[in-house]
Each structure stands twice: as C-alpha cells, then as structure tokens.
C-alpha cells in the first residue's frame, strides 16, 4: 500500500499519532493523492478541495491520468454521528457528479478542472497536446454520462460494521467503492510518516463484478496458484484474459464463459505471429494427456484474425481443477516465448 515520508526522520513510532481534525487529513490526501492510489490504478491529480453540490461540498475532487473523476469523503473514526451517515453521503455526491457536464463541472472547480486537464495534456510530451486534451475532455464527459465515478470514503481507523457495510455495497452494486485507512507516525518533532490501507477496494475492472460467480471463483483460484509473471484482465463479462509478462497483447491465455461450459485459451493473432499460431495444431495433439477431464478441445479461426486453441470443462467440474489445468497450460509460455524471440512471431 502508498506509503509516504515527509521530512527525513530516523525512528518511527509505534503507534499512529491521531489528527487533530478531518481538515488535516484532507489536506495531507489532496497534497499527496498517491495515498489514494490502490495497485494497478492510474496516478491521480487533485482538482479542488470543497467541491460544491446542491446537498453540500465533497472533500475532494481528483480525477486519474485517463480522465476518470474521483469524489473522497474524509472522516475521523471518532466522529461517531459523521461516521454512519458517510457512506450515504458519498452516495448522493456520486449520483449528483454524473448529472453534470465537464463544463458544469469546470465551473463549479473555478476552472480548475480546465486547468489541470491542459497540464496533463502537456505533460504526456506528445507532438499535439490539443489532441490530447481534447481526448482527456472526451474520456471526462464519457466516465460522468456513464456513471463511473470513483468514491473513495477515508479514516484513520474503521470499525468493523462500516467495512461489512461498503464490502455489501461494493460487491453488489457496479459502483467503485473505496475504503481506506490513513496513518500517521511522528519521524520526530515536525516529521511524519503517512501509511494507507485500502480495507475495501473496488475492482479495477467494473467488467468483473458482472461476471458470473463460478467464472470469478476459477479465476481467484488461477490468480493465488499462478507465477508473477501472469497477470488477469477482464475484457468483459465472459471474458478474462492472461497475460505473460514481455508478450504482446496479440498473444495471450484466456478464461471464457459459455454458461453452460467454462473454456481456458491459447489467443493469438495468426496474420502478426504466424510462427505461434502454425504451433497450435502440434499443441492441441499434446494437450488432452497433460490437461485431462475436457469436454473437447477445438482449434478455431475467426474473421477477427484470431486463431484460438480452446479446452471446454463442464459445470460438474470442480473450479480448482479448472484453475490448475490454467496452470498447466500456461506453462506452454516457454515454447511460446521461444517462438517470439526467433523473430515475426
């Protein structure tokens, strides 16, 4: 998790050292907005503090490098009254948030949205930083019609009934929702060190609350039994791809769900890695004596330009079974990776 050292110090203390009051811990989060950045999220840049709606101010407003906005509520766990009412607080600042336009939302910002937008823009070191940020603007306008806002609720401790109650929200609804502890350590008389905690974290791909839970369960198992060079991605309700660390996209494992069968894939690009694609006859000759209980394995092309070499497990069949034969064939990345390296696939 984020963690960050302002000012040098030698000895950290043992136990966190309360704020003073909400404001303190808000102004630390939106000077240093990488405390609210979860693994795998983009960087985000703070907008305002105070962010005006009908029903009141949002702490902050921050939106990532892709134009996603993010709205925070910060509240001090002895705050009792604040506490329980948060979460419906960041609610109704949520649902307010994608009533409004970019320029609605500019406005209400001072212009500062405006502002960091071009900054952003500038920053990418591209040859038309107009295109950019008239890309950054389209992404805003399309996450606030969308809905997808971010809403991050901050303390400096949270007791157990409000993280039941976010993990309930956060796994039933497509809302991404956050919970996240702040701490503090005195470093010595004006330095501190700052550690957060996302105790709940919304997916990083919203695609994965809508998959199906037999879907979502093989691929927990695949991610805890997997090498850290595989890494999963949800490209869509049916669909989890596994990417090999150094491969291009066009190469790739996958999990898909056809409702009444799960399958586990070879993906390749036949036109850009022939080379990959001309193996996958040999493998599928190979494959049923190391990855048996398949319901049949096909080699398919598309119209798309993929070539897919695909093993069916039934729904009888136990989901860590279907996790490990992942495994298995994943292991087929050295052979591949020997194909990549001979040069145009």
Known sequence: MPALRIGEGSELAQQPEPFRNEYELQEILAGHPVLLVDRGDS?????????????????????????????????????????????????????????????????????????????????????????RLALMKSNVAS?????????????????????????????????????????????????????????????????????RFRLRLIVEKFSKMKAPIFSTHATGKENVRVYREGWPTAVHYEFSDWKDSISIEIQVKHKEYPKVADFLPKLRDHLPTVIPNTQRTELVTDSFGWTRLQLFFGEEIDPYWIAQSMVRLCKTEKDISTLLQEGNG
């Open 143 to 211: 996450y606030l019609r969308a809905g997808q806002i971010r809403g991050i609720i901050v303390l400096d401790a949270a007791p157990d009934d409000l993280i039941r109650e976010f993990s309930y929200l956060n796994e039933h609804s497509d809302l991404d929702l956050r919970l996240l502890v702040v701490e503090r350590y005195r470093l010595s008389r004006n330095e501190y060190f700052y550690h957060s905690r996302f105790l709940v974290s919304g997916e990083a791909d919203p695609e994965i609350k809508r998959q």
């Open 43 to 131: 960087a985000l840049v703070t907008i305002s503090r105070e962010f005006p709606f009908e029903g009141g101010f949002a702490d902050i407003f921050l939106i990532d490098n892709n134009g996603l906005p993010v709205i925070v509520e910060v509240k001090l766990a002895r705050n009792g009254e604040s506490r329980r009412e948060v979460v419906g607080q960041l609610c109704d600042y949520l649902s307010a948030m994608r009533n409004l336009t970019p320029d609605e939302a500019n406005a209400r910002s001072a212009g500062l949205l405006e502002e960091n937008l071009q900054f952003m823009a500038d920053a990418e070191g591209e040859e038309n930083p107009e295109d």
